[in-house]
């Protein structure tokens, strides 16, 4: 059996009398990207932190990468926090080759990853330029390069796509879809669910310290099944409410999402959508993530 990249189990975490990880089982599949979801305060920092050695736990065990000492193994990994930790008076081709020595690799090979990598995210120009007199999207592109210029096994990333436009979203989608052909296990915290859709095999989904969903994300999607019907029509807003066996309507402006009732008949929902509206398509669909998400984490709140 393969011998997960990162394996939690009862990991406790408390800050102040408050525990941030209350009892976190986390299991992460070697060369996949898994993403790390939940609301704001709801310790996926923690983990993070807590996985990287960053935090010592108060309670359970971490395995990183096979160690228990995730310390032992940190020039095996690479981070990219939320927070940007760039120095904001070095130079960009100074500031690389630095971070690459102290995961270390040589002077001579430092210098030439920096230059490479700032090649790869379209600021090869700017190799003299401060880390300040950038803006808030390329310092992202940085500090991705920082993450990943030593070749790591695992890399972590909370919150990447921070401060990105749609091309360097795709930039970086593609660089991450790179690490994974390398065989690396990318980490990724995130609240963008279509990002999540493209670029994840597996998730975990953490409320109030705890793991409230996990697995693969063609299983969790296969216990829904098809149980959502997308319409794009040219009727007004509100039109396609208050159909028989509808549960729930998202009218996202183009697209209307009708998520059905566990016993509805899905032809006869579209049946009295063409009755009321002129469609420009409609097909019987499965729940996107964000749907999975929103349910899982409503289910999970305490009732009054």
């Known amino acids: 059996m393969t011998t997960p990249a990162l394996l939690c189990r009862q990991l406790i975490k408390t800050f102040d009398g408050t525990r941030a990880l209350d009892g976190l089982d986390l299991s992460v599949e070697p060369g996949t990207i898994f993403g790390l979801l939940g609301p704001n305060g709801s310790g996926k920092t923690t983990t993070i932190r807590t996985s990287l050695g960053i935090y010592k736990p108060d309670g359970g065990s971490v395995h990183l990468l096979g160690s228990p000492d995730p ?31 102290i995961r270390g690799l040589s002077a001579a090979e430092s210098a030439r ?11 090869g120009a700017r190799a003299e330029s401060l880390t300040r007199e950038l803006s808030k999207g390329n310092q992202q592109k940085v500090q991705f390069a ?12 909370d919150e990447p796509f921070s401060g990105l436009d749609p091309i360097n979203s795709r930039l970086l ?3 991450i879809l790179e690490q994974r052909a390398k065989g690396t296990t990318v980490i990724l915290s995130t609240h963008r669910m279509e990002e999540v859709e493209a670029l994840c095999e597996a998730i975990c989904l953490v409320y109030h310290g705890r793991a409230v969903l996990s697995g ?6 296969a216990k829904y099944g098809r149980n959502t019907i997308a319409v794009e029509h040219g009727g007004g807003p509100g039109v396609l409410n208050q159909i028989r066996g509808v549960q729930a309507c998202d009218d996202g402006g183009r697209e209307v999402r009708l998520r059905l009732e566990p016993d509805a008949d899905p032809r006869a929902v579209m049946r009295a959508v063409l009755d009321r509206v002129d469609v420009s398509s409609m097909r019987l669909d499965e729940p996107r993530i964000e749907d999975i998400y929103l349910e899982t984490v409503g289910a999970a709140e305490p009732r009054p």
Do not use: C, N
């Open 173 to 175: 989608k593609d660089l």
């Open 113 to 123: 990853r920096a230059s490479a990598w700032l090649d790869r995210v379209g600021l």
């Open 216 to 221: 693969r994300l063609r299983d969790i999607k």
């Open 146 to 157: 920082a993450a990943v210029i030593h070749d790591p096994d695992l890399v972590v990333l």
């Open 71 to 101: 310390l032992a193994v940190r020039r095996q990994t690479g981070y990219l926090p939320e927070e940007r930790g760039l120095y904001a008076r070095m130079k960009l081709h100074e500031q690389l080759a630095f971070l690459a020595s």
